[in-house]
């Protein structure tokens, strides 16, 4: 069983950062597939960000593209994802995912509780 688990979600303003984390447990970190999904209240829950097992391989939703990079550090079994130049449509609920071959058609098995964004203007 692996669990996810979010960090570092909070209330900022506009043009501000921050940075999520996503600690997985077990030793299946470095062999799957992380990603982030966000859901405002009243929507889908949509993709954010995404990067393959062997970290060489990154995907972004077109609307955060250039201000948001996901990263992830083998040795603290943790991924991330730094979100800069926030925007008020950025608020939402951010989920972190895990699942082998996840990227490239797989499922993304496992999911963390989810983590609060809200952007003030």
């Known amino acids: 069983q692996v669990q996810v688990v979010e960090s570092g979600g909070g209330l900022v303003q506009a043009g501000d950062s921050l940075r999520l984390s996503c600690a997985a447990s077990?030793?299946?970190?470095?062999?799957?597939?992380m990603g982030w999904f966000r859901q405002a209240p009243g929507k889908e829950r949509e993709f954010v960000a995404a990067i393959d097992w062997s970290g060489e391989k990154s995907y972004y939703a077109d609307s955060v593209k250039g201000r948001f990079t996901i990263s992830r550090d083998y040795a603290k079994n943790t991924a991330y994802l730094q979100m800069n130049s926030l925007k008020p449509e950025d608020t939402a609920v951010y989920y972190c995912a895990a699942g082998p071959w996840a990227t490239t058609g797989g499922k993304y098995n496992y999911w963390g509780q989810g983590t609060q964004v809200t952007v003030s203007s």
């Open positions: 077990g030793r299946t970190f470095s062999s799957f597939d």
